[in-house]
């Protein structure tokens, strides 16, 4: 009886010094980089003292006030936007800047007058780039260049997420029926209620007063309390990253070769209506468009799609690019094999800095080059 | 009050404290303000419902149980039901009467102002299915005279208000609890070592399994099931069903655990329902004092048999000569215990599934002696009946289930290289299920030699410590118990 006591005693008291070194190593722990494997990190980039970097529609107003002070210097702007390419640095060192902070130093380097602007979104797709473009006209804060990275992975991720959708909500009904198949979408997401609040037993209550106020002051009072959320993302992520590879496994006694997900027809045109739009919009608004096609790692191994697709995909961008007036460049084969770091199964699409030093020189190139 | 929440840990902590501290004759009163708080600190406001039925309920027992005049016996039991019954039936039950009228007076042309009639705001009591049960069985008993009913209001009012079982069981009966509030004891350490371990096995089935199965469950049920595979279905009953296992079964850990450590016993509720071999083993092991309450108080009455006295044994004790006449009985009683779950049909539907296979299994000699001829095999089919079963219970609608359902049965949807729910889930069904096996294995490994009595020493002590950690990881008060619901 006595030892069952000790056992459950002893076993309470040192889950709390479990739980209290779990919280002590992880206390560094960033979810947003472990999701893009162990050596990846998302880097934002201040340059001159200014952001130039934003990621996930974190900080717009930041983002508005640099257009606005670009433009009272008399400066040029161009809009850069992208998925995670942009931002995320494989291998990533003390020190190491993203494709956004290289652009931007190379411009100055050729003494222009253009400052890059980078909005990255993580996957992000056709109709949330639109759905950006749209917000910084409609608040009167047009870029005079705008370049969009290209990517079929952009094909496949569903929807406008709810900050995305936010940034459309004040940009008129009328405007937006008016873009076609992509303003109907749009209009669409913007009608799109919040799902509804799942109503808890505690809301409300004098329960929840009172548990407010005392996780409140614990995690005031106590740093590992304060940190238990990095400690659940880092399980969640080793769980995710167990289920990922086990899976993996499996799927290579079954099927030695990656089955390509399809990508459903309508959420292909979906996307592709977004992608034209955008481009036919800006081109009338008098603003520059550089399209460019995200280089894929050179090898020829299993891969994340079918390269076949994307490449037909881009046959077809490319033209569009060439009917409406506006810029397309292959980066294919722009950056080399050691630039790319197959840490994990996840990364295959992140580069390491030389890799967005290259990305940052293509650009900035086609844009002196008077693209 | 939400158990998941450390509010409630400090209530419990300070409701031991200050229960150890009182003389006996006073225990009982702090158990039942305590109770009433605890209630109240939900909705202060429906405290009068439980004051009103426990009111009734004591004074209907008092009356039944001294008078002998059989028609005086049975007004007052009338009474007791009339008042436990309509108001469930109104708070639970209202709008799904109407929605019913609603489509008959479609149907007929009735032209019933059903519209008006839905723009009624009820809210439904936390618990009040629960409490309904043991206020009317209180009645009942004294009307079968069995036991003997309490003098003492208060001690009444804290056997139904008990907060560790208030808002969703166990269901407890007044031959078990009313002895322990009439001469309360002191919880010994080994309660409180026994409560504290129990309370912490419940949060971890809450917080770490439960509430994190919850998101995929939520997002597998919303997904296109038109179009999804037979294996999908599948992966969307088991991860459900090990849900709501975790959900109510830690729910009721923690009940026992915290009665526990203030000195007083309440009856297991679960007991390893993922191991039956059978339908009915199934409802001996799941929600046991609810079978077991339908058993007494529905079912053995509508066959004419004896009924039992105890929150134990689940269906077990239908006897067999009388299976034949129990037949009706058998899906009326589930039908109304799926109702009891819910005011939709597809509730319903659920009951009346399980109703079947219990009846199968009665009549199917080969099925009858499927678990002691061959165990595994038993085992394989009750879990997956009993997993199957959970898909009216969650669906969105009658339709869904329906739609789901048909799937299990059409052969050309076993095709797994088609599947539409992402695959990891599919893996998560099998750690749990798998999981859930292992630690029943756990459970009953009782080592003698003393090398291996110490390593199951170290390894419980293990245990603990992880799930400890886990619990004060994942504990918030975000995601309330399912059977908050009912």
Redesign the interface.
Known sequence: ?A???I??????L??????IS?AHLTADFRPEDAALGPFTFSRGAVFDGRTVSFQNADSMQVARDLVTEVRREGGELALWLGASHQYAINGFQPGNENAVFHANRLARERDAALTYLGFGLPNGNFNEFLATYLHFREAKLLPNRLIVGALYDDLREPGLRPRIRELIADVPVDLLAGLGAAGDHLLAAQAEAPPPVER???DG????A??SR??GW?EQAWAP?AN?HR??AW?GWRW?RA??D??EALRQVGAPTR?VPPVPEAMQRWNEAAMVTLLQLAVADGVEVLVYKVPHPPTTGPFYHDRTRYDDFHRRLRTDCQQMGATYLDLEGLIELPYWMFDSTIDHWHFQEPGHVLLAEALDAALAGGA | ??FN????L?FLAAGAILVRLMPPRQRVYLMGVGSIAFY?????EFVSLILLSAVIDFIAARRIEQSTVPTTRRAWLLLSLCVNLGLLVIFKYTYFLIDNAGLVSEALGLGLPVERWSAIDIILP?GISFYTFQTVSYTIDAYRRIGRTTDDFFVFLTYVAFWPQLVAGPILRASEMIPQLERPRLAT??DV??G??RI?IGLFKKVVIADNLSPIVDTVYAGNVADYMATDVWVAAILFGFQIYMDFSGYSDIAIGSARIVGVSIPENFDWPYIARSPRDFWRRWHITLSSWIRDYLYLPLTGQRFQTDSQGGLEVAVNERQRASTWPLFLTWFIMGLWHGAAWRFAMWGVYHAFFIYLYRRIGLLRSLPDRWPIPAWGLTFLVCMLGWIPFRAESLEMSVVMLAKVFNPFLYDI?RKVVY??HY??AGVVTVGFLLAHALQNWQPVTPGKVQVA?VG??????????A????L??????IY?QF
């Open positions: 009886m030892s069952s006591r056992r459950v005693v002893g076993g309470v040192l889950g709390l010094i479990l739980f779990g808890n037993a505690m209550t004098p329960q929840q009172i548990e005392i996780v614990m309390f238990r400690l659940s399980i995710r289920v990922f086990v899976g089955q | 009050m939400l929440s450390f509010s409630y400090l109240a600190m939900w909705r202060w936390l350490r080994e070592a026994g504290l371990q912490v290289s695959g990891p893996l998560t020493w419980r002590m293990a245990l603990t410590a992880a799930m400890t950690a619990v004060l990881i994942y918030k008060p975000v995601e309330q118990f908050f």
